[in-house]
Nanobody, 116 residues
């Protein structure tokens, strides 16, 4: 069982930056792939960034070069550094832990609003 708690969302102007953090409690954090998803009003939830248990990263084309995902297995945290934010980045961002053996776990979400 893994519990995930996101933090760091808020209101930022276009071009600004935010860092989202996800703190995980429970066992075996290091075996999970960790992902950040987002869901904008009226749209499906989409995968934004992923990092494997070994540290391999992948990004949605829409955020490549602007967002960076990183994890600290010693602290059971995964973070998403978001730079050059655009209004279309506005969404609720969710932390996800995924393991084929252990299943999927989700945080409660944190709102990111990019607006002037």
């Amino acid at each position: 069982q893994v519990q995930l708690v996101e933090s760091g969302g808020g209101l930022v102007q276009p071009g600004g930056s935010l860092r989202l953090s996800c703190a995980a409690s429970g066992s075996f954090f290091s075996i999970y792939a960790m992902n950040w998803y987002r869901q904008a009003p009226g749209k499906q939830r989409e995968l934004v960034a992923a990092i494997s248990h070994g540290g391999t990263t992948n990004y949605a084309d829409s955020v490549k070069g602007r967002f960076t995902i990183f994890r600290d297995n010693a602290k059971n945290t995964v973070s998403l550094q978001m730079n050059s934010l655009k209004p279309e980045d506005t969404a609720v961002y969710y932390c996800n832990a995924h393991s084929l053996a252990k299943g999927d776990y989700w945080g409660q979400g944190t709102q990111v609003t990019v607006s002037s």
